[in-house]
């Protein structure tokens, strides 16, 4: 089978010939029609992540493809991948035949295409899990997002509307403001009164400060990742005073919640009730995808197509 395969640390990865997996009990092969570029495979291939594979390794949390052999599901079923070690500490997604444990799977509706098969599960889970697991939110709640141009941040604004929230984008700048989702209220970061009950926070960095001016005393603040920065200052007395909570969303930790949320998720994508952009790359051109994710202004997913 063809795969692309990482020597070391950062450099781009190799398309390889290696041999086809061959069954084994508890595990499932599955023919990749897709398999994500995300962050986290960034984070990994950097070498920068808590854990990871031994090298050479293959990489790739997600994907989406059909069942060669499983005993958990009949051959020929759609399914998507994720989970179980994939990418993380044993080889991904970035191949044609994954040997993946029976768990990692779970059945993709035929309405969903496989690229947003491959791309659903860490954005729409992440904001869910952030907005209801551990943001709390309710209805009639007032809520602010920023990174909502992003994967994960528009896809936090479309579920905490349904939520029953009034919620708002926050833009940092005029440019940013024209690529967001429309029909959405927004901000802008410099205009914020603290009158929010929950910030959901995708941006990090200096972003973060800036927004929680947008938080009320005694609120709460999401932090889902940083996009913009990995590093902040946070003025303590003031956040103490204002005694606004900080909250770290973690998914591997919430790994059971998101697979529970899964299903749903993916009903909502198949019927149009959410949306998740994606952008297809050849399978050939993994590396191009893995710096077209880091671009301020790219929109929706990177999936590569086999
Ligand atoms: N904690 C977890 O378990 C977990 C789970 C999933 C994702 N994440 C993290 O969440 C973050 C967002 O993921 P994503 O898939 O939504 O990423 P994405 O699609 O690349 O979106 C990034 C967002 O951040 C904005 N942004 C980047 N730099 C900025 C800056 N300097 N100032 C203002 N806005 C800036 C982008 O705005 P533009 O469109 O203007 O560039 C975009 O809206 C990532 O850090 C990811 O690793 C964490």
């Known amino acids: 089978m063809k795969a692309l395969r990482v020597h070391a640390w950062g450099e781009p990865p190799r398309v390889e010939e290696l041999p086809d997996p061959a069954p084994s009990p508890g595990r499932s092969i599955v023919r990749m029609h897709a398999a994500t570029v995300g962050h986290i495979d960034r984070t990994i291939w950097s070498g920068a992540f808590l854990r990871h594979p031994p090298l050479p390794y293959i990489p790739g949390v997600e994907g989406a493809g059909v069942v060669v052999h499983s005993e958990r599901f009949a051959a020929g079923q759609r399914v998507w991948l994720r989970g179980a070690g994939l990418g993380t500490v044993r080889n991904g997604t970035w ?65 905490a509307r349904d939520a029953g929230a009034q919620v708002r984008a926050v833009y940092f700048d005029e440019e940013q403001r024209s690529r967001l989702p429309a029909h959405f209220d927004a901000v802008s970061a410099d205009a914020l009164a603290p009158e929010a009950d929950l910030l959901l926070d995708t941006v990090g960095g200096d972003a973060l400060p800036a927004a929680l001016r947008g938080v009320a005393p005694g609120g709460r603040a999401v932090l889902v990742g940083y996009a913009g920065g990995t590093e902040t200052r946070l003025d303590l007395p003031e956040l103490l005073q204002r005694d606004i909570a900080l909250l770290p969303l973690n998914m591997f930790r919430r790994e059971a919640s998101g697979r529970a949320a899964a299903p749903a998720l993916l009903e909502r994508l198949a019927q149009g009730r959410l949306q998740l952009e994606v952008t297809e790359f050849p399978f050939e051109q993994a590396g191009a995808a893995l710096e077209w994710i880091t671009r301020r202004g790219h929109r929706g997913r990177a999936v590569l197509v086999l």
Do not use: K
Request: hydrophobic share 50%; aromatic share 4%; glycine share 10%.
């Open 95 to 159: 191949c044609e035949l994954v040997d993946a444990p029976d768990h990692a799977l779970g059945a993709l509706p035929e309405q969903v295409p496989m690229a947003l098969g491959s791309a659903f599960f860490s954005p729409s889970t992440s904001a869910w899990v952030a907005l209801h697991d551990v943001g709390q939110v309710r209805e009639g709640q007032r809520v602010l997002v920023t990174g909502a141009t992003g994967a994960v941040g528009s896809l936090v604004l479309q579920l």
